[in-house]
């Protein structure tokens, strides 16, 4: 009966510490920077995405840069209409990889976040 107790204990502590654990696993390989609802925010998960194997194409990956360069660029002129047009284009583009050449759930994450700039930028 005692042994059934502490195998019962063992199991019970199990499904709450291995949770935990794979919840901390989980958050290594999610970006930093996604409560930041700014361009280089964005820039910095599009590079942490790079780093961590979640974009496999150097193109796909350079094309992103590129459209969060121009948004920061129309930003930086005032024009912040261009700089969400840029942002939607960048969503359309992670859209179109997702699954190819860009995981599916960290582009999940990706568009989550560019949407999150869009809101801060059109709120003025």
Do not use: W, Y
């Not at 696993?25 to 995405?49: F, N, Q, W, Y």
């Not at 194409?57 to 700089?83: I, S």
Request: glycine share 8%; proline share 3%.
């Amino acid at each position: 009966m005692k042994i059934l107790s502490v195998l019962l204990l063992v199991a019970v502590l199990s499904m709450l510490v291995v949770p935990s654990a794979l919840a901390m696993d989980g958050m290594e390989g999610e970006c930093p920077h996604h409560h930041e609802p700014t361009i280089e925010s964005l820039h910095h998960c599009v590079h942490h995405a790079e780093e961590m194997g979640h974009i496999t194409n150097a193109g796909v990956a350079k094309a992103l840069h590129a459209k969060l360069d121009a948004a920061q660029a129309a930003l930086d002129r005032g024009q912040p209409g261009v700089a969400v047009n840029n942002l939607e284009a960048f969503i359309n583009q992670v859209e179109a990889q997702a699954g190819k050449s860009i995981d599916a759930e960290h582009a999940g994450h990706m568009i989550m976040h560019a949407e999150m700039v869009i809101a801060t930028i059109s709120q003025g």
